[in-house]
């Protein structure tokens, strides 16, 4: 049998075990922040923004990001169809509701012309899913937050690396989240963070990561609100703060990988990929394949055939709203028709040529028949 492609797996070398070992062994007492005291300002410096808040992960990031906004019940949050449920499981326990709006069939985020017929006096806020590291049209939607007075959140979980007219992901909007599971880009296992270049909203979202403990606050165990325990561990933050040593040569291993696919399938008119209009960078975190509805090529038939060469490949996101726990929104018909006929292609940072022709080859023969 052919050997495995994995669709995806971490980078870690000699630098994030010695960092690990390190905080294993000395990081405690008076030096149980210190790794992520330094995560924290290193990602902020790579990000171009103010503050950051590490957190266990990108959920918990948007929870009390959600959280410090005042987002509660009887509010509803905007959101992109295509999505995985971390983005809107904060809303729905904080008591709020999320409004699933489509997405455009290109980039496969928020179609901002869909949002203003969405808005009502409920509306709280706007989120903006990088989804597989594309971006939203990130203009627009700040203009639409702008004339409604209404924040708008990045998910940037998928989107390190990807930059907007000049500006990294996660640093345009009230505020933005990062995932650091590990599957991505950079990881520290598990693990995510708040980023916000709005000092109140950071000092709420400090506190709120403490069990509710200000930092000012003199008094031992004692919290000033009911706060949350999101936060990431000094183990954890090490692996980080190794892994952003080495940041750029991941960014640029993930768009070296998604421009090998894109050249080894240019010549097949009937599939498209993460696209990267003018004036912006793709991050590539995840290079995936839709399929014209004329090649008849389903999710089904893509299944089959990576598991028959031995090759692991992923889904698209479902649409939010067809999942049980949600109204179905069946006229979100981009969200809906795209799963149908698109796949993740394997991408981890070691995948040699000769792996991802394998996993062009698989593409081919499907479309040759």
Known sequence: MKSRILYTKPSITDLEVSYATDAAANGWGDKCYDYINRFEREFSAFLGVDFAVATSSCTGALHMGMAA???GPGDEVILADTNWIATASPIVNLGATPVFVDVLPDSW??????IENAITERTKAIVATHIYGNLCDTDALLAIGEKYSLPVIEDSAEALGSVYKGKRAG???AFGTFSFHGTK???????GIFVTNDSSLY???LTLSNHGRAKGQVKQFWPDMVGFKYKMSNIQAAIGCAQLERIQELCERKREILTYYKHGLADIHSVSMNPEPEGTVNGAWMPTVVFEAVTGITRENLQSAF???NIDARVFFYPLSGMPMFSKNPENVVSYDIPER????P???DITNEEQDRVIDVIRKLING
């Open 307 to 309: 598991a028959r060469e």
């Open 171 to 173: 640093s345009m909007g």
């Open 109 to 114: 985020c928020i179609n901002p012309s869909l």
């Open 69 to 71: 906004l005042g987002v």
């Open 185 to 191: 880009t950079i990881t520290t296992g598990e693990g």
């Open 203 to 205: 000092e709420n979202v």
């Open 347 to 349: 991408s981890y940072h």
């Open 342 to 345: 698109a796949i993740n292609l």
